[in-house]
């Protein structure tokens, strides 16, 4: 499938997925957020009703209700590869499977995969994941923010998704 194909379902599907989850219909990004640390899930949740994204979060809390969050105990496998990013805190044992599935992985920058994720670097357009530094919610938002700002530009999303497909 040629990354056009696949650009092109992703936003098909994850349409559809939008619809299933009662997200909002305007937001165009919808990623998935698996944090364990729930200080730091609930400080990023408040911050993301206020940007315009979708967010499916793991978790077994639900901490209030908008209309760009929903909450899921365990998300089904199949729908993963329609996300467009993927951030987590302790995923270090699922992130082969996010890449597996063309999602863009945001993660700390001390992780295991170290000799294949890379920093995207949008003027080279090479790499292919966000890192944050620490693990604290300005850290994390910082990497969410500069993954929102490379979205905004096709041609750099579209290599960067590029990247993450040619893992494998």
Do not use: G
């Not at 993963?80 to 992985?105: G, S, T």
């Not at 920058?109 to 944050?132: A, C, G, M, Q, R």
């Not at 910082?142 to 979205?151: G, H, S, T």
């Amino acid at each position: 499938m040629w990354i056009t194909e696949i650009l092109t379902e992703k936003k098909k599907i994850s349409e559809q997925l939008k619809n299933k989850y009662n997200l909002n219909k305007k937001n165009k990004i919808l990623w998935l957020i698996n944090i364990n640390d729930l200080d730091i899930l609930e400080k990023l949740i408040n911050w993301i009703s206020h940007i315009p994204i979708n967010a499916v979060i793991i978790s077994q809390k639900d901490f209030w209700k908008q209309d760009n969050v929903k909450y899921l105990e365990k998300q089904d496998e199949k729908e993963l590869m329609w996300y467009d990013f993927i951030i987590c805190d302790e995923c270090e044992n699922d992130l082969l499977k996010y890449l597996k599935k063309w999602i863009v992985p945001i993660v700390q920058k001390d992780n295991y995969l170290n000799n294949i994720l890379k920093e995207f670097n949008p003027v080279k357009t090479e790499w292919n994941s966000y890192f944050y530094e620490k693990v604290n919610e300005w850290s994390i938002f910082y990497a969410i923010v500069r993954y929102i700002e490379n979205y905004k530009f096709p041609y750099d999303n579209r290599n960067l998704v590029k990247n993450v497909l040619e893992i494998y």
